[in-house]
């Protein structure tokens, strides 16, 4: 665990306060939102936490659903000891305690996806404890944000709502997928904050393979808790906003929620502690219920579960397996590879990114290879609205066009075409490169040629040269024209230099 | 410790059985508070010092490994079911 004093750290301080750029300004001044998460990571795994049932996305209805899932009587849940590792593995991934004792619990409620009528989840003893992480913020400012527990629970199943029927139809091959609720201290001051810290967890457990991320699968969800107060004042009353499924919406839901109630506030009510949900349509919040329909779980320890004991060595070998993680891998960008902090801060924002950025910049520069990664690969990739694991261009064949640029076989202008070409193509550069003979002109005979012509063919500018030698740009110009774009331009600049008699 | 006809109905309402009214709740009133009041009396025992256990025999929690061993049948996960449509359970409409 790391903090620097330098670091404005929120880390379970609810009366630390957040900078003046991150308050809403109110009609009776500067309000304070105070933002607490709860997220809900599906664990990967091959089969669900308590049953051998498959966990694959999809499937026909019910297929993927044992007795133990369906909550029949008598069926009697076996923990799935790779869901433990990798909740281990991802509170090691935010710097959290591991707890070698824990104990499952019921969490009883009903609904029809939920067959047993309890869901088995931990409360008192969760596997893992507090932890921190750091997030970066758009202007550079990094907050380290505290996390108070994860703990192993179970998913539910999936109800489909039939409007023509009033019915329900209800699939449970969700039901019993393992999930990891990681719940942060009431740190985050900002929709901004709330944002970046969603999206580093996401990092976090793609990088360590614990869960997709796929928000739009709902692999990753949250649970905003939202409260607002002057600065400096104890906390307000909050609300809780379910299910929210995207960055950009728990972003919405935050900023909705905050001025919702501030006006109510300022109008002299009181907030209600209510259950919102948020509509991504309206981009507003609404009443699910209130305090008095608040849901009584009664939670009670699993007889079903001995509690769960792991051995510190075995998390002393998990730790030594885990992979390098974002804030790791973003130093070693900067200082091993001299990467800018912005640009290692984007290359490694998702895995797949840092994975292709390293084989491409393997035996390369590595800032010329985070050029092209950011310039042209992530603009072609927007435009065509592909993720870069679907790039047209792999990382090798990416590699291989670098390499021409090295060894002087095509000028980096040339490049950006042959990229064009791979991109639409998928082709390989060194053959594009040959069917379409755009290697470079090196031959100083032929350039030589293609100068004496240009020079005598254009005798104002000559003259206009020597009073103003950055006049010589509209010659390379003019020689790079008529060779195609094809011809070295430090050969052309030397020999026009000469031929011309500047300096250089 | 001792609860009133109010938790009583409470409690009768969030395991989602019908709601006891006159000399029934009453009985159950009886018979929850003489339940309470025996578990009172463990509380004399002094506890100090002894860890809690979880189970009668030494044993430890049994694990599985990560494979899939079961599913693949869902005719007969929803046999049982009320209603039923294409391997779905199929439900009055529940919008929360």
Redesign the interface.
């Known amino acids: 665990m790391r903090a620097s004093p330098m670091r404005p750290k929120n880390g379970g301080d609810v009366n630390a306060q957040a900078k003046s750029s991150k308050l809403i300004s109110g009609a009776t001044g500067e309000w304070e939102v105070v933002i607490g998460l709860e997220v809900h990571a599906r664990i990967m795994s091959q089969s669900k936490l308590f049953s051998g049932a498959s966990t694959a996305y999809g499937g026909d209805p019910n297929a993927h659903v044992s007795l133990v899932d369906a909550g029949m009587p008598g069926m009697l849940p076996v923990i799935n000891e790779y869901c433990v590792e990798q909740a281990i593995r991802t509170g090691l991934g935010l710097n959290a305690k591991i707890n070698t004792y824990s104990v499952f619990d019921r969490k009883n409620y009903f609904y029809p996806d939920l067959p047993q009528g309890y869901q088995i989840s931990q409360y008192q003893y969760p596997i893992v404890g507090e932890g921190e992480i750091d997030v970066e913020l758009e202007d550079g400012e990094v907050v380290t944000i505290g996390i108070e527990r994860l703990h192993l629970e179970q998913d539910a199943g999936k109800s489909i709502h039939e409007e023509r029927s009033k019915k329900s139809l209800v699939d449970l091959n969700r039901s019993g997928v393992a999930l990891m609720e990681i719940v942060s201290k009431p740190d985050l001051r900002s929709a901004e904050e709330a944002g970046a810290y969603i999206s580093k967890i996401r990092t976090i457990v793609q990088y360590l393979e614990t869960c997709d991320g796929n928000m739009d699968e709902g692999s990753l969800k949250a649970d905003v808790n939202v409260s607002v107060r002057k600065p400096g004042e104890p906390l307000g009353t909050r609300c809780e906003i379910k299910n929210v499924n995207s960055v950009r919406f728990i972003m919405q839901a935050i900023e909705y929620e905050a001025n919702r109630q501030i006006d109510l506030l300022e109008r002299g009510e009181e907030i209600e502690q209510q259950t919102r949900r948020f509509n991504s349509e309206t981009g507003k919040t609404t009443k699910m219920r209130g305090k008095e329909d608040a849901h009584d779980y009664r939670y009670f320890p699993d007889p079903d579960l001995l509690p769960l004991e792991i051995e510190e060595s075995r998390i002393e070998e998990i730790r030594q397996s885990l992979p390098e993680l974002p804030d790791a891998k973003k130093r070693r960008f900067m200082t091993e590879l001299g990467l800018s902090d912005y640009d290692a801060g984007v290359l490694t924002a998702d895995k797949p990114s840092a994975e292709y950025f390293e084989t491409v910049a393997q035996g390369r520069d590595p800032k010329l290879a985070a050029n092209w990664i950011m310039g042209d690969l992530f603009g072609a990739l927007n435009k065509a609205d592909l993720e870069i694991e679907a790039s047209p261009v792999k990382a090798d064949q990416l590699g291989a066009l670098l390499d021409l640029i090295g060894d002087q076989t095509i000028s980096g202008k040339i490049a950006k075409q042959v990229f064009q070409i791979m991109f639409e193509t998928g082709g390989d550069p060194v053959k594009i490169v040959e069917d379409q003979g755009l290697k470079q002109v090196t031959d100083t005979g032929a350039i030589e040629a293609e100068i004496d012509k240009i020079i005598a063919a254009n005798p104002d500018q000559v003259a206009q040269v020597k009073e103003k030698p950055k006049a010589i740009g509209w010659f390379v110009g003019q020689v790079m024209q008529a060779t195609g774009g094809k011809a070295n331009p430090q050969a052309v600049n030397q020999i026009l230099k000469e031929k011309l008699g500047l300096d250089g | 410790m001792s609860v009133d006809e109010h938790t009583v109905q409470y409690i009768a309402k969030?395991a989602?059985i019908e709601k006891p009214v006159g000399d029934e709740l009453k009985g159950l009133v009886d018979d929850l508070n003489n339940i309470l009041a025996w578990v009172e009396q463990l509380e004399e025992l002094s506890t100090e010092n002894v860890e809690p256990m979880?189970?009668v025999v030494d044993?430890?929690?049994?694990?599985?490994?990560?494979?899939?061993?079961?599913?693949?049948y869902?005719e007969d996960?929803?046999e049982n079911a009320r209603?039923a449509?294409?391997?779905?359970?199929?439900?009055?409409?529940?919008?929360?």
């Open positions: 969030l989602r979880t189970s044993a430890s929690l049994r694990v599985r490994a990560d494979i899939v061993t079961d599913g693949g869902p996960i929803v209603d449509r294409d391997n779905f359970f199929v439900v009055p409409q529940v919008v929360e």
